[in-house]
């Protein structure tokens, strides 16, 4: 029989097969292997995507040319605009907006075929760095409450260019999910007086049954109420709302829990497509941070959503989050 | 909802390839094979017929991989801060043919109405168990709708001891609106529909077919009946007839529009309204069943998994077009 978990802090039930999990040979995924091409993101290729917004690169080296480890464009198909005010309007019954906010693509580091875990700790350490500028500077905007930082690898997880990117998107509004994480830590912060993050931390720790890897500032582990195999959360053990207030030691403690836990995975999972999120406190006043707690959220795509999914929000995950956290703990580096 | 007007596409950008054809003798719905399956739960058969023999025209099954089981209890308990119970419910498999076709859309429209008379006794039945509160109905089409790969037609129900996260929502919100104009929001949406006619695919005896004006996906595509009631089950036997010629035309415009593509749809209909304190009294007015058809044309990234919006790439109003002007 299978069991029917709650996650604690949006309150979804999820159905766990606990009797007959999956062990990681029985999934038929999608295989992504990068065909190559002409690349936009690549060196000497600068020319093809919109003026860099910031960059590192080597000194001496010009603007949009060659030189750089990590660049940040504007997306040349944004889902949202950055220019003009806010525009919220009726038609009939129905409400709509325009589409205000900034879309931003981060090119990692210039290697077309090299995924975090093939990239060296300093390299993903300056790509963490420039994720955090860039929430950083957009949070001065006041017209924006929400920034999501997203990573789409591979084709199956909805990337439409191969070379390795990470997406920022600021939002006028904090959008349904993240809302539904903020109301429920706040709910349980105001009956226990604790963050709910910091509890589930303690807890896993605790179980040691989940966890995968920890480190001074992190720990990566296969949550209770998966929604689908092999998730993997990376949490800051301190609390702390905000991604992009990192210091220096937090960013390095980071770039290495990242890198081997995604190594981890794609040692189990051959040419998997993943998505991760980092979940971060809204900005502008739209909530405390000290119920909310940071952290970043890992989705294989081993499997596709089906309609019972959609229909309901209820998830089934064929294997346990236990078995998952086993091999992923048996992979030798 | 983002309906990406700029980087909008073209319906036809969507029109797949088709699929593969596959080795039936394997196949464990079909007739012949009743004894690759659990031991029937219903099933329409002559009086001729004995159980789990062959001669049926539609049966239904427990799945053999089932996430939840009738027998035991549920046992609510903590596990530190994580609530847990145990996996109770049902989950059954509607083999909707005994013939080895794949897609609802080429069954007979009789044989369709078998299978929707089938859908509103299976809730009626598994209503009588008190423990369950919500009944899903639901078809996987297809390997990129969550399906395996057997291709013969049939869809799905799972019953649950807890009300779904979705459903609760949804239901909220009908109950909002209600509260505030008195009226229920899926019976205004359907007249302003009719009044606008753009996302309107098909309008027929007591049913309309509309590309929703907030769609998440490409081609999704929502069956409403007109008459209002909350509950999937209140339909006689006339309305059914209707129903399945109008989900018929719909999935054949879609089979035909794209290439037979891979789709979902889930029946949506109110939860079971057992009298007991807090029910919930207005929901037989505020709530409106209906079918969410959503074609699996598009791959879920980073962005809709975090914020809970959808990103379309196509304008709901250019993809009613192409449909209703599809030949079947």
């Known amino acids: 029989m299978g069991e029917l978990r709650r996650d604690p802090v949006v309150g979804r ?13 029985d999934f038929g995924y999608e295989q992504y292997i990068p065909q190559g091409g002409l690349c936009p993101f690549c060196y000497g290729n600068e020319f093809m995507t919109p003026p860099e917004i910031n960059c590192f690169r080597d000194p001496g080296t010009g603007a949009n040319t060659p030189g750089w480890q990590v660049r940040v464009v504007a997306n040349k198909f944004p889902a949202l605009q950055i220019e003009g005010d806010l525009d919220r309007r009726g038609l009939g019954i129905y409400d709509m907006s325009n589409g205000v906010g900034a879309h931003e693509v981060l090119i990692e580091s210039p290697y077309h075929n090299k995924d975090i875990p093939e990239l060296l700790e300093q390299e993903i350490q300056a790509y963490l760095k420039m994720c955090c500028l860039r929430a950083a500077d957009l949070k001065k905007d006041s017209r924006f409450k929400y920034i999501m930082i997203f990573r789409n690898y591979g084709s199956a997880a909805g990337a439409s260019l191969e070379h390795p990117h990470t997406q920022l998107v ?10 539904e994480e903020i109301h429920g830590s706040r709910d349980y912060y105001n009956y226990r007086e604790r963050c709910i993050f910091c509890d589930i931390i303690r807890q896993e720790i605790q179980d040691k049954t989940r966890v995968i890897l920890e480190n001074k500032y992190f720990i990566s582990f296969c949550p209770f109420v998966s929604r689908f195999p092999f998730e993997i959360m990376i949490m800051p053990k301190q609390h702390s709302g905000y991604f992009c207030q990192m210091s220096e030691d937090e960013i390095s403690a980071l770039a290495q829990i990242l890198k081997d836990t995604l190594a981890k995975l794609k040692k189990v999972f051959e040419n998997l497509s993943y998505n991760y999120i980092i979940h971060s406190a809204p900005i502008n006043g739209e909530a405390d941070v000290e119920y909310y707690h940071w952290h970043i959220e890992i989705m294989p795509k081993l499997t596709q959503v089906a309609g019972f999914e959609w229909g309901t929000g209820f998830y089934l995950d064929s294997t346990s989050p236990e078995l998952a956290a086993q091999y992923l703990k048996a992979v030798k580096d | 909802m983002i309906i990406a007007t700029e980087r909008a596409r073209r319906p036809d950008q969507f029109v797949g390839k088709l699929k593969d054809q596959e080795d039936q003798s394997v196949c464990p719905f079909c007739e012949g094979r009743e004894a690759g399956t659990p031991p029937e739960i219903y099933a329409i058969r002559p009086r001729s017929s004995t159980r789990n023999g062959t001669g049926w025209d539609l049966r239904v099954v427990p799945s053999i991989s089932p996430f939840l089981r009738v027998e035991g209890d549920l046992e609510r308990r903590g596990n530190g801060i994580y609530d847990v119970m145990n996996g109770l419910g049902a989950h059954e498999v509607v083999v909707e043919t005994n013939q080895h076709i794949a897609n609802m859309a080429d069954l007979s429209e009789e044989q369709i109405t078998k299978v929707l008379n089938c859908y509103s006794d299976r809730i009626v039945d598994l209503e009588r168990d008190t423990r369950l509160k919500y009944v899903l109905v639901f078809k996987n089409y297809g390997q990129g709708s969550g399906s395996t790969g057997i291709k013969h037609a049939r869809s799905q129900l799972i019953a ?3 009300n779904p996260k979705r459903v609760k929502e949804e239901l909220a919100g009908a109950r909002l609106y209600y509260e505030y104009h008195e009226r229920c929001v899926f019976c205004d949406l359907i007249q302003q529909e009719l009044a606008q006619k753009e996302r309107v695919i098909l309008d027929f005896n007591g049913f309309v077919a509309v590309s929703p004006f907030a769609s998440r996906f490409p081609f999704e ?7 209002h009631c909350c509950d999937y089950t209140c339909m006689d036997a006339e309305s059914r007839k209707n129903l399945s010629r109008v989900l018929k035309a ?9 290439n037979d593509p891979d789709y979902n749809y889930v ?15 207005t929901i037989d007015h505020d709530y409106h069943w209906h079918i969410e058809i959503m074609p699996r044309l598009t791959k879920m990234a980073g962005f809709e998994w975090g914020t809970g919006f959808y990103i379309c790439p196509l304008p709901p109003e250019d993809t009613a077009k192409f449909l209703r002007e599809v030949q079947i």
Not at chain 2, 221 to 227: A, D, H, N, S, Y
Not at chain 2, 250 to 258: P, W
Not at chain 2, 267 to 281: C, S
């Open chain 2, 267 to 281: 029946i949506h209909t109110a939860p079971f309204r057992r009298q007991k304190v807090g029910y919930w009294k």
């Open chain 2, 250 to 258: 719909v999935l054949l415009k879609l089979k035909i529009g794209l």
């Open chain 2, 221 to 227: 595509t929502w069956i409403l009946p007109k008459q």
């Open chain 1, 13 to 25: 039930w999820v159905i766990v097969d606990i009797e007959n999990p999956k062990k990681p040979a």
């Open chain 2, 160 to 162: 649950t001891p807890v």
């Open chain 1, 170 to 179: 600021a939002l006028p509004m904090v959008p349904k999910n993240p809302l």
